[in-house]
């Protein structure tokens, strides 16, 4: 697309681009979610972070490798065309798309559910529209107003994180007021593995769930004053630094409350009570003030991730070509309409149908449709590798190909003790159908024989 009105403006700055990778994996996932994963593995959860967190930088490194050589919008859809031929990249873009769409339903309602205890009488079906509406329009604005409006909020959430990490190293050390309590919670309550670690294997899928988001910032690469330089250090560091803080904060709440009685519920969160252990009054109301923040930058982001992932389709004729349109102030304003269009519906029909039982469905779908998306990556870093001169590469995956065919082993063994594990079927029959069912709308699309620009290298796009 060539430069002026009608193409992406390169609007986002470095702190941007620091605050977009570590803004788009810091949500509920941390702040709420890391309950239930606490509540299956016990203390051993710490493992299951640290392990999905490794898995996570080793799939981020590869990402970063094509992204730092090939900055596009369409990002690991790219890849994948490019890698394994157009159907993966429709099979991979519209998956993403279809998981953005999800977190976008779904951080509106938990949003709005959070905004109902700030606001005593808010009710959720009005409260989620308009948080939706608030974000889609600073996402309509520019792209300097979303990432200006990601930088506020995850800096919000750094600066919680790091505090509560600080709080807790001094009161574990007995350095602040009651405190001294060591680690042997870890292992004073059934063990370090109380349910076993089959239980800390099965809690992976949620775990590399939680994770998720980081890769926003190689979308993101495009519209980067530097995208070579920024998405080499932003995919790096920045998952580096939200592994510390993943690992580092469940450590501390399991260290400092009992695992079994740490809240699982999904509502309350973990931090909280680790925070009223601290002897700090209101942690409450502070921490659903967090979780709120917490969640509207997800729910920024996700309106921004979808977007362009839909734009990048459109501009390859796998999707409306009206969808591709980038109005004058550089924004691709059609697919922010309709991934928060489609978002909105999805709200409406849960609230008519059943609100936890779909978002349910739809999160667990997400998780299983992450770990798919991982292995799209890691195959296209290995087949695009072997296509590359390694000069040329601003960044290289560590170890490869040995390290790179490691982290491959590893997503299909997570991959298939997910789906084998009890309860999971009609999960993994939904993602089944989904895959299945994008397969034969491109299977469709091609036989009508409609004209498609042909695959290019990333390399050409501006």
């Known amino acids: 697309m060539a430069q002026g009105e009608t193409a992406l403006r390169r609007g986002l700055r470095r702190r941007h681009m620091t605050m977009i990778g570590i803004g788009g994996v810091i949500g509920a996932g941390l702040f709420v979610s890391s309950g239930s994963v606490i509540a299956m593995a016990g203390p051993a959860s710490v493992v299951a972070y640290a392990v999905g967190g490794v898995i996570v930088v080793l799939v981020m490194r590869m990402l ?65 529209p308009v948080l939706l509406a608030v974000l889609t329009v600073a996402n309509l604005v520019s792209v300097r107003v979303f990432g200006e409006t990601e930088f506020w909020l995850a800096s919000v959430k750094v600066i919680v994180v790091v505090a509560f990490l600080a709080a807790g190293a001094l009161y574990l050390t007995g350095l602040w007021p009651h405190g001294g309590a060591g680690l042997s919670a870890l292992t004073e309550h059934g063990g370090f593995a109380p349910n076993g670690w089959a239980a800390v294997l099965a809690a992976l899928v949620t775990v590399v769930f939680s994770y998720f988001g980081a890769e926003i910032v190689t979308i993101a690469a495009a519209e980067s004053a530097e995208p070579a330089r920024e998405v080499a250090r932003a995919t790096v560091r920045v998952v580096w630094r939200v592994l510390v803080f993943y690992v580092g904060s469940i450590l501390l709440i399991v260290a400092v409350v009992p695992w079994n009685r740490v809240p699982a519920n999904g509502e309350d969160s973990p931090f909280a009570t680790a925070i009223e252990a601290f002897g700090v009054p209101g942690a409450s109301g502070l921490m659903t003030a967090v979780v ?35 109005r004058p102030s ?52 290995l087949r695009l590798r072997a296509r590359t001169d390694p000069e040329t590469l601003q960044v290289r995956m560590w170890g490869h190909p040995w390290l790179s065919w490691t982290v491959l082993v590893l997503l299909g063994a997570a991959l298939l003790a997910v789906s084998v594990s009890p309860g999971v079927g009609p999960v993994v029959l939904g993602v089944g159908v989904i895959l299945a069912v994008t397969l034969l709308a491109y299977t469709v699309r091609a036989r009508l024989g409609r004209t498609v620009p042909p695959v290019t290298d990333p390399l050409e796009v501006p």
């Open 64 to 128: 970063g490798e094509m992204a730092a050589a090939h900055p596009t919008t369409g990002s690991f859809s790219r890849y994948a065309e490019l890698a394994l031929g157009r159907w993966a990249g429709f099979l991979v873009g519209w998956g993403y798309w279809y998981f953005a769409v999800a977190v976008i339903a779904f951080e509106s309602v938990a949003g709005a559910r959070l905004a109902s205890g700030v606001v005593p009488g808010l009710p959720v079906w009005l409260g989620a």
């Open 292 to 326: 709120l923040v917490a969640v509207l930058s997800i729910l920024n982001a996700g309106i921004y991730g979808s977007s362009r992932m839909l734009m990048s389709l459109a501009e390859r004729g796998d999707a409306p070509a009206v969808l591709a349109r980038v």
């Open 330 to 381: 550089g924004v691709p304003a059609p697919a922010i309409l309709a991934g928060s269009g489609l978002a909105l519906v999805v709200v409406a029909v849960a609230g008519l149908v059943s609100p936890d039982e779909i978002f349910a469905f739809l999160l667990n779908a997400s998780g299983l449709l992450t770990l798919v998306l991982y292995l799209f990556i890691a195959v296209s870093q």
